[in-house]
């Protein structure tokens, strides 16, 4: 079989969860057998741009989609598949227009797949009006991905099939380093007798940084030398350095920004902290637990196939910001010292290598079953 070309759609390629798996992916398939190509619905130059270009791969950007643009929308759609024939598999990981692209590529002739990453549609009128938008995807795609149950069933039904995709990380990348522990704590003034709680994500409204400032106020409040280390941007990035100035933490919270070398910011954090009001299944909470670091999100929010390991506990967000500050302390209080988990996250089926191996032979498989 000739070499396989597969057209991602994305919102953007910037830092993400969803972004992250894909440049795994990237990074360790064959490229002499399959071409992965994206079409960005941002603009501007993303993160992870140059780094998709220098591996071979292709950037395609469509129309920005709005309730006025719908038509001019599909429009760009029907000639791009007219102008590219090759992509003889699309794969849409971007739910909010998909119903548009997946049923142009349909009618196109192209195998279509539905890629789930979050188990919410949001919240209020508009999470409502996405749910409703998105309801063809149950029908839409020839096969439906997500990256856990929880995530199928609210984006499909419980009545539709949908194969469970494992957000597989470099695991080699995370393994426990303790040289790194100390230079990057060095790097910032960090004693070693501090605890340094640690996220990564953006700063948007479903990661609860607003609720992870208080935990941390907490945890402050009983442990002075406490850190507390954000990896990260976003829109809310502004309305948190507020926070953290009226709460009197300035000199206790670390802002990292965004990091291609996040894996080394791992080293230096103590434990892992990620609230979020909701989630699918966060690449980040696997990549904290393979650097063996003691893990606390939602309970019933993020999915329990995120536990690979015992190092990861859920807390319910019900639970008071106190109350969560008090069982963090108090498991790291009775915890082992640390160690290398890397090796757990393999065998629990989250390495790349393996999530890429099973892709591209479904990839080949579809095509040989379409023809």
């Not at 103590?270 to 939602?298: C, H, K, M, N, R």
Request: charged residues 25%; glycine residues 8%; aromatic residues 10%.
């Amino acid at each position: 079989m000739d070499k396989i070309h597969v057209l991602h759609v994305v919102g953007q390629m910037n830092f993400g969860g969803t972004e992250a798996f894909l440049m795994n992916l990237l990074r360790v398939i064959d490229r002499e057998k399959y071409q992965f190509d994206f079409v960005e619905q941002l603009q501007e130059e993303c993160a992870h741009d140059k780094e998709i270009l220098s591996l071979g791969s292709k950037i395609y950007r469509c129309p920005h989609i709005s309730p006025l643009t719908l038509g001019s929308y599909r429009k760009w759609w029907r000639e791009f598949f007219c102008e590219h024939p090759e992509y003889r598999i699309v794969h849409g990981h971007s739910r909010g227009s998909a119903p548009i692209y997946l049923d142009e590529a349909k009618k196109a002739g192209r195998i279509t797949i539905a890629h789930c990453h979050s188990n919410s549609h949001g919240k209020g009128i508009r999470g409502a009006a996405r749910y409703v938008w998105q309801l063809p995807l149950r029908h839409m795609g020839d096969y439906h991905f997500a990256c856990s149950n929880a995530a199928g069933v609210s984006q499909y039904g419980e009545g539709t099939a949908f194969t469970v995709i494992n957000n597989g990380i470099l695991s080699d990348r995370f393994k426990w380093n303790p040289e790194t522990h100390k230079r990057i704590r060095e790097r910032y003034g960090i004693s070693d007798d501090s605890l340094v709680v640690g996220n990564v994500a953006r700063f948007e409204l479903p990661k609860n940084h607003k609720f992870l400032i208080e935990i941390f106020g907490a945890i402050h409040k009983k442990l002075p030398n406490a850190k507390l280390m954000l990896v990260g941007s976003g829109s809310l990035e502004r309305e948190i350095r507020e926070q953290v100035e009226r709460l009197g933490l300035n000199s206790s919270v670390i802002f990292v920004g965004n990091r291609s070398d996040v894996y080394e910011y791992y080293q230096a954090m103590d434990v892992f902290l990620l609230p979020s009001l909701y989630e699918g299944l966060p690449l980040v909470s696997v990549e904290a637990q393979a650097s063996g670091l003691i893990s606390f999100t939602s309970d019933k929010v993020v999915a329990p196939e995120c536990k690979v390991t015992e190092l990861m506990h859920f807390i319910p967000l019900e639970n008071t910001h106190e109350q969560w500050a008090e069982q963090i302390m108090e498991t790291v209080k009775n915890s082992e010292p640390r160690r290398d988990h890397s090796e757990a996250v393999k065998r629990a089926g989250f390495d790349i290598g393996a999530t890429a191996e099973w892709l591209c032979g479904f990839y080949r498989k579809a095509l040989e079953k379409n023809g």
